[in-house]
């Protein structure tokens, strides 16, 4: 007997982020597959699928939003729920990976929750993972699998290069940690063509935590030039705004004379719109990896789709494609 192999593509959505998985299954032109998702009283979940997954490619879509271990646990038992149903290979498809921050240990007695998550995403029976912007390249070294790891870099500065005016820009990295990814705007803000191409330069925020502290941070000196120049200020997530308002104030302060904001996962949490409302900042731009609620909206800030991109990328994993050439090698 000879059986000639076939692939078939499905996608699943948990309810982290369901209307980034229509769209993503909208440009894929592949209808999301049939789940049953429920919360028992107890707060434990439950997951069945509605159909045959066996010797499927599946991909279970979910963003690590709130509540965030309960997105987390969602995915995990989707996963778990598949692997036991004979899908052939799963990939674990987050749009924001939650935990990154965590990466290493900052003081004694720390985790490093980055690689728990990883872990159970292993042990759950994940075959590959794609994530988009995680906090540090190396978090992939967690994982004992494939990982194609996106970025909204592309999306982002193809916006921007139309709403900046000014020639001359300078990306500000919030801290020292974020040069890579100010090199990633800077190059592709300067690849425009005509009155699209900008001329730009790069510069640092030195910043400072108090030990012991989350979610505090002040912007306390400039490397760089910014004196009459369009700032723009990237980082990937923006949680409680402190970091990139701080120095938003700085760059004003020291002769910007228009800042921007640039970031992949739009978290806005606790005073973070209240912040950035209040911030001397012309747009805040984002994408939807994460929901953002009516509730967080304000006037100056634009959330594009990361849909097209990932679609993209998933089409290439299921077809063995390269996925790096979509970013020009440059989603490491």
Known sequence: MEVVPRKKLMLFSGRGNAALSEEIAGHLEVPLGDVVLSTFANG???CRYGESIRGA?????????EPINDRIIEQLIMIDAAKRASAKRITAVCAFYGYTRQDRK???????TARLVADMLTAAGANRVVAVDLHTGQIQGFFNMPVDHLTAVPILAA???TEIEDDEVTV???DAGGGK??????DYLADGNGAGQKHTDLAF?????PKGTHNVAVATEIVGEIEGRTCLLVDDMIDTAGTVTSAADLLVERGASDVFIAATHGLLSGPAVDRLKNAPVRQVVVTNTLPIPDDKRFDNLVVLSIA????????AVFEDTSVSEIFRGDNV
Request: with cysteine; net charge neutral.
């Open 308 to 315: 097209p991109i990932v679609a993209e990328a998933l089409d």
């Open 172 to 174: 500000v990295a919030p």
């Open 159 to 161: 916006y921007l290069r």
């Open 181 to 186: 990814l100010a090199r990633r705007f800077a």
């Open 106 to 112: 900052a003081e004694g007695r720390e985790p490093i």
């Open 57 to 65: 490619d599946v991909f279970i879509l979910q963003s690590h939003c």
């Open 205 to 209: 925020i030195d910043k400072r935590r």
């Open 44 to 46: 434990e979940l439950y």
